[in-house]
């Protein structure tokens, strides 16, 4: 059974930084390329960041340059470092997979105040 545990969220001004984590289960982590998703209230879940085989990264354009994505495989952990935070930014952010993300977890809130 996967598990993924976020965490790191809260209420921050904008311009201001956050960094998020998640702890995954050990086999899942390890063979699979990872990425961090966002849902706002009202709009559809997206993919914000991914990290792929041999560390390349992938970023949505409207985090281009403010965020970055990484892993520790010694760890099973992924993190988001949020830079520059916008209030557009403001949304529940998750962990998964980056092809057919399973077994959601709970999530962490990212708020960001104007």
């Known amino acids: 059974q996967v598990q993924l545990v976020e965490s790191g969220g809260g209420l921050v001004q904008a311009g201001g930084s956050l960094r998020l984590s998640c702890l995954a289960s050990?086999?899942?982590?390890?063979?699979?390329?990872m990425a961090w998703y966002r849902q706002a209230p009202g709009k559809q879940r997206e993919l914000v960041a991914a990290?792929?085989?041999?560390?390349?990264?992938n970023y949505a354009d409207s985090v281009k340059g403010r965020f970055t994505i990484s892993r520790d495989n010694a760890k099973n952990t992924l993190y988001l470092q949020m830079n520059s935070l916008k209030p557009e930014d403001t949304a529940v952010y998750y962990c998964?997979?980056?092809?057919?993300?399973?077994?959601w977890g709970q999530g962490t809130q990212v708020t960001v105040s104007s």
């Open positions: 998964n997979r980056v092809s057919s993300p399973v077994g």
């Open positions: 050990g086999s899942f982590f390890r063979v699979n390329p």
């Open positions: 990290i792929l085989s041999g560390r390349t990264t």
